[in-house]
């Protein structure tokens, strides 16, 4: 049946498709082979070969890969017509390879016990909860930005370079080993993206290449911005592949930083999902409680707010609607709507710990 080699490979989409699905269906078999299992090996041996690399071999591998794709389909442009067969086989062929990598070196974290489980916490919350951690979270918010700033219209100016801010990022991640030591974050491998800009127009702050294991952060964003957003990156590499959850783990790192700009940055994140969830059941409270919180916090915001408006472009929605359609198709329900079930993580983390 099948001519020759590639032809099988091409077809071996299928096969592999259905495995994925059967396989992911069991999460605990996930959690005890692949998190705990395999990936430990794998992840761990590409941090190796790649961390210790000060720029990013992930982004120059696909740099090449686009030339040479484009660069292919000049050349084969023709072939499409005279052998349609050879053309699909060869582009399946290499679509199947890329499949089958990125399930092995990371996509089946995706199918995990989704994190509310293994920690124990509840799942849903009352608007209430919603409300007194909010509350609590603006008082502690508010605390640390003073303890900053001693004036609570300044916004947090960070003293740190990006490249500091990489190397200090780690230290939350050691603090919460000594209670998980499944976070034991090492060998590092945290760099800046060669393609910022590109990734700044796309609406991105951040990427794990998921063939190098390395965990890439824009280096475009805000400085303010630039230590949640490099903990949740962390968070991917460490297996945590659902947004939600990245987002979740990275402001427990960031919170769990000796550094109080890190703790800051932690806590102003986790408020302002909070704060947001209150807007989209209570719009009128919401305005009540964002007056309570320190105009300097709030400038921090707008810092961010107004540097994504900079950017806004017409193909933005484009690159969102393409990664919600990557993201379903990894059982990620709901896709980037789906980042909303932080706040169920924070509400019941925080309810007992501020
Ligand atoms: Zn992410």
Redesign the pocket.
Known sequence: MFKDKKTLIAFSIIPQFLLIKLVGSNHELIETYYTNGLYQYTSKILRYVFGWLPFSFGDIFYALAIIYMIRWLIINRKRFTKDKRGWLAEVFSFIAVIYFSFHVFWGMNYYRIPLNESLGLAKEYTTEQLIDVTKRLIVKTNAIHLKITNNDSVKVVMPFTKEDILKIAPEGYNTLEKTYPHLKYKPVSIKKSLFSLPLTYMGFS??LNPLTNEAQVDALIPVYKFPTTTC??IA?QLGYAA?NE?NFMGCLAAIHNEDIHFVYSGYAFALRHCVNEVYNRDPELFKILVESINKGVRKNYKEVRDFWDQYKNPTEPIFKTTYNAYLEANDQEGGIESYNYVVDLMVHYFEDKI
């Open positions: 951040g990427y949740h990156e991917h947004e990245a």
